[in-house]
């Protein structure tokens, strides 16, 4: 009989640990959330379509309609059950942004906790994402991004549950084949991720791949021949109803409300509800695929995790000559650590291969989350640091593994102190130019660590024209501008 895998028994240390995470993960991301009051960024779009999905006003909302209709609108409308209740202002629009960071903190602690099975450890990786400068950030502003993580996050606890459950038990009765709460559970959140963002749709893809490599790993070990073969015979009933079918229905019933038509009819006829869906996804697709302009702040999939173009959100200069911002960028110190930190996981796992240990859930979300977006070539336009939200966790958890190999010795428990340290103290350097508060010009240059913004020229676009006068033809050339802000060539964090 296969074992279960047995996480440390949670302990009031585990209890004051994650009240203590909360409450500093409550703290920063609610004090000063409503300033600036003014919409920034990427929220003249969002704050106003969450608006019209909970007011329906135009004369509230500045919009007669939802204007951003080339993305899933779950994400809008957990943006306006915050403005809902506290009205249409900027704490109000940022109210569920912030409430969904404190969320995805919680989350990580719990799934740490259970497999690296270390208080002091869980607690190590939990408090780096709680002062992590990105999630900080898209914690306090109006985007659908950090909705991602929350729910794709959840995905891979409970689909984690779902193994050491599966695995306390013998695998052969066909009731606890169809009886898997845990992996419906996981379906839903993977099938929620995706509906606030595209992205998330890499979690659907990670539970599934997590759920049939462990059903083959329990195979293998209990001496099955064909582990693939077994897994996918005995397990295609919940892995298709909860980790297939149910995100696509989760998906769809969020469009409910924003897509209108007849739910009676042939689902292809015009008219129809199932219709209107369907031309909304050709229509979201049409948008990202056909996206050609720069953007002065996009920069390679490659270049995220080493932080090299952070993306300004807020910008200005007091009248006293001051400097505030709204920097959206990563902690350097934690983000070059990681990649280490996941090079020792890497190897690891390539020795021991247990689909028991963290290894696995660790490697695995990264690559699904991070993967496909170096597959993509490094000028395709319109991609950004912040869309490496996802990905994390993952690096965090990955430098948790790190800290629970060393052990417990007191050169290890140094060691973990040590990399608190630098978290809060660089996090509290970086804090103003995260949230708006007031630099001297000095004090702003020292935290911006690149400033070799140089640009390459604008890309242009020449066509040529024929016209016929009096029987003379007149050839002209015309020149336009493609990108009229090409991002830099360097470093810049300016």
């Not at 440390?8 to 994650?18: C, G, K, M, N, V």
């Not at 960071?101 to 869980?122: E, N, P, Q, W």
Request: a positive charge.
């Amino acid at each position: 009989m296969v074992t279960a895998v047995s996480a440390a028994r949670w302990s009031r240390a585990d209890t004051f640990a994650l009240t203590a995470l909360t409450t500093l993960a409550v703290a920063i991301r609610f004090v000063r959330l409503g300033d600036p009051a003014s919409i920034v960024f990427d929220e003249t779009y969002y704050a106003k379509d969450s608006c019209w999905y909970a007011l329906t006003s135009s004369s509230v909302c500045d919009v007669e309609s939802e204007q951003t209709g080339v993305h899933p609108p779950l994400g809008k409308w957990l943006l306006a059950v915050g403005i809902k209740f506290f009205g249409y202002d900027s704490f109000g629009w940022r109210f569920a942004a912030a409430l969904a960071g404190v969320v995805t903190v919680v989350l990580l602690y719990l799934l740490a906790r259970r497999l690296l099975r270390s208080t002091l450890v869980a607690s190590l990786t939990t408090g780096l994402l709680a002062l992590d400068f990105l999630h900080f950030v898209q914690s306090r502003i109006a985007m659908l991004d950090i909705f991602v993580p929350m729910f794709g996050l959840a995905a891979v606890l409970f689909v984690v549950i779902d193994r050491d459950v599966a695995l306390a038990g013998d695998g052969s009765s066909e009731d606890r084949r169809i009886r898997r709460p845990w992996r419906l559970a996981a379906g839903a959140a993977a099938g929620a991720a995706t509906a606030s963002k595209w992205s998330g749709v890499f979690f659907v893809l990670l539970v599934i791949l997590l759920s049939v490599v462990w059903e083959m790993a329990a195979r293998r070990e209990r001496g099955e021949g064909h582990p693939l073969r077994g897994a996918l015979r005995d397990e295609w009933t919940s892995l298709l109803a909860y980790l297939v079918v149910l995100p696509v229905l989760v998906y769809g019933a969020t469009f409910i409300g924003q897509v209108h038509g007849e739910l009676l009819g042939a689902p292809w006829s015009e008219g129809t509800w199932l219709r209107a869906w369907w031309n909304r996804q050709i229509h979201m697709a049409d948008f990202h695929l056909g996206l050609e302009a720069t953007h002065t702040y996009q920069s390679p999939p490659w270049s995220w995790i080493l932080v090299r173009r952070p993306v300004a959100y807020f910008y200005e200069t007091t009248a006293t000559g001051q400097r505030a911002e709204i920097l959206a960028l990563g902690n350097p110190i934690l983000w070059w650590s990681s990649i280490p930190a996941l090079a020792f996981v890497a190897y690891r796992w390539a020795r021991r291969r247990d689909f028991r240990g963290p290894e696995g859930v660790i490697l695995a979300g990264l690559l699904v989350t991070y993967g496909p977006w170096l597959l993509q070539q490094t000028d395709r336009s319109a991609v950004f640091l912040f869309y490496l939200l996802p990905s994390v966790p993952f690096m965090y958890l990955a430098i948790g593994a790190v800290a629970a190999t060393v052990g417990n010795t007191w050169e290890a428990k140094a060691a973990v102190a040590v990399v608190a340290a630098l978290a809060a103290g660089s996090f509290s350097f970086f804090y103003p130019v995260m949230a708006k508060v007031p630099l001297t010009a000095d004090q702003w240059s020292d935290r911006m660590w690149y400033q070799s913004c140089d640009r390459a020229p604008p890309r242009t676009s020449t066509s040529t024209s024929l016209e016929t006068r009096r029987r003379a033809t007149i050839s002209r050339t015309t020149t336009s501008t493609l990108d009229e802000s090409p991002p830099p060539t360097g470093w810049c964090w300016i």
